[in-house]
């Protein structure tokens, strides 16, 4: 064998040693990914926000668009699915919007579609930004899509406020009591049971875990008085603004808990 033969066949055997080392340093990289099952996966996914795209720990729409690309795939279409207007002509009144957004998954060719909704009106948006109620509204719904698709738990920093969302909300929730008066002891009213499942849904919240998180027990949430359901929008409020952690027991929201 000739001397260039034997350096040849040295370089062959050199690269097959390199490519081995390189795939067991992949395949130990790729042990060290969770299951987006275990409860270790929302850590993971946080781990990888800069601390730029992070506002009091929840991440921002643009963070969340950087790190789905990186974790799930490349995003092939991303937009508004549905718009239905504020039709207010003395405010900037109520807008939703119906964001989709569809991934390249794991840059297999397999496709994956994810989607979710978001309104936004003058209760539980800051001024600066309920002044333009459509643009806001599908910033929301697109950061609740890419979190849906990224299974975690922590909100969007869009979807927050500073504004004491759960006050705002019982003043426009009209009283009917016989007597004209509020009646604490009066069932829960539709706005409160309409209004604890959006927060549910947001929050991941299972609606009847949490109902039956105090002391009392309910087999249906049309057993909530409306003054309980006050003190459980409160609650809700919390979780949202993080002053208090959602318990573990409570997660995650079941669409079919009316049945």
Sequence with gaps: ???????????????????????????????????????????????????????????????????????????????????????????????????????????????????????????????????????????RAEGRALRKALKIRKLAAEELSQKDIVSIVQQTIPAKPTDGDWNPEAKISVQQVSFIDNKCRQLEVNVLSFINSGDKKYESIEGVTKEIASSMLIILNKYQNGSVDIPEDIKVYDENWRN
């Design 1 to 139: 064998m000739s001397t260039e033969e034997l350096e040849a066949e040295e370089i062959n055997i050199e690269d097959f040693v390199l490519s081995e080392e390189t795939e067991a340093a992949k395949e130990e990289q790729d042990s060290d990914i969770p299951s987006m099952l275990s409860p270790e996966w929302n850590d993971y996914v946080l781990s990888h926000f800069h601390e730029s795209e992070l506002i009091n720990g929840n991440p921002i729409c643009a963070g969340l668009r950087r790190v789905g690309e990186l974790l799930l795939g490349s995003i092939l279409e991303s937009g508004p699915h549905e718009v239905y207007p504020a039709t207010d002509p003395n405010g900037p009144g109520r807008a939703t919007v119906v964001y989709r957004i569809v991934f390249d998954w794991m840059n297999t060719g397999e496709i994956k579609v994810f989607s979710e909704v978001a309104d936004v009106w003058h209760g539980n948006t800051d001024d600066l930004f309920c002044a333009h109620p459509v643009a806001t509204a599908s910033t």
